[in-house]
């Protein structure tokens, strides 16, 4: 795919974004993307199936989004870091994760996201131990942020992040065997810091 078709894609995907913050998935018409995109229905067609095809491209980026800025931060800071990663994309978030809209983005999540960790760590997803584990860890995770978010970001950004991956280092990726006694220290001790400052 060229720039100008990627350029196209990505306004469909944004004229898509501003009415699924309004509407209901079913509520959106192509005809509704293309009028605000400024394209016609045989452009739409050429790069998708339907509104439902672009939902799926839409939510895939956003996980990929994720799942970069994950490798970024711990290739480059060693989880001495205390990424943007969801911060950044809070505004998709917030919508994605509310439960009138019924998007599935947990199950995509939780999906493209123990794939991930399989792949990264070794691991063997056909073993339920693995498995459940995987799954408390991400539904953990995403039920953590859509709370911070309900209640109005009642903790810093960095403490939020800072608390749960301590709580997964010390907890559920221990048990996976994938985390050293230097990262875990690592966590502890910026949460500590972090904690000091705001006690100040």
Same mark, same amino acid.
């Given at each position: 795919?060229?720039?100008?078709?990627?350029?196209?894609?990505?306004?469909?995907?944004?004229?898509? $974004?501003? +009415?699924?913050?309004?509407?209901?998935?079913?509520?959106?018409?192509?005809?509704?993307?293309?009028?605000?995109?400024?394209?016609?229905?045989?452009?739409?067609?050429?790069?998708?199936?339907?509104?439902?095809?672009?939902?799926?491209?839409?939510?895939?980026?956003?996980?990929?989004?994720?799942?970069?800025?994950?490798?970024?931060?711990?290739?480059?800071?060693?989880?001495?870091?205390?990424?943007?990663?969801?911060?950044?994309?809070?505004?998709?978030?917030?919508?994605?994760?509310?439960?009138?809209?019924?998007?599935?983005?947990?199950?995509?999540?939780?999906?493209?996201?123990?794939?991930?960790?399989?792949?990264? $760590?070794?691991?063997? +997803?056909?073993?339920?131990?693995?498995?459940?584990?995987?799954?408390?860890?991400?539904?953990?995770?995403?039920?953590?942020?859509?709370? $911070?978010?309900?209640?109005?970001?009642?903790?810093?950004?960095?403490? +939020?992040?800072?608390?749960?991956?301590?709580? +997964?280092?010390?907890?559920?990726?221990?048990?996976?065997?994938?985390?050293?006694?230097?990262?875990?220290?690592?966590?502890?001790?910026?949460?500590?810091?972090?904690?000091?400052?705001?006690?100040?």
């Amino acid at each position: 795919m060229n720039d100008d078709q990627d350029y196209t894609k990505e306004n469909l995907t944004e004229a898509f $974004w501003k +009415l699924y913050v309004k509407k209901d998935l079913s509520q959106i018409t192509v005809k509704d993307i293309t009028k605000i995109a400024g394209y016609n229905r045989s452009t739409f067609y050429y790069h998708f199936e339907d509104t439902q095809d672009l939902f799926q491209h839409f939510k895939l980026n956003i996980l990929k989004k994720i799942e970069q800025d994950i490798y970024f931060s711990i290739k480059r800071n060693k989880y001495s870091y205390v990424p943007k990663i969801y911060q950044n994309i809070e505004p998709y978030l917030k919508v994605l994760l509310n439960e009138d809209k019924h998007s599935g983005f947990l199950d995509d999540y939780k999906t493209y996201f123990k794939s991930y960790y399989t792949i990264s $760590w070794n691991l063997d +997803l056909s073993d339920p131990s693995v498995n459940l584990i995987l799954e408390f860890a991400l539904s953990g995770i995403m039920g953590s942020l859509k709370a $911070w978010y309900k209640n109005s970001n009642d903790v810093s950004y960095d403490q +939020l992040i800072l608390l749960l991956r301590m709580n +997964l280092i010390t907890g559920p990726f221990t048990c996976l065997g994938v985390i050293t006694d230097t990262m875990v220290e690592t966590v502890k001790a910026n949460y500590s810091s972090l904690n000091d400052k705001r006690n100040r």
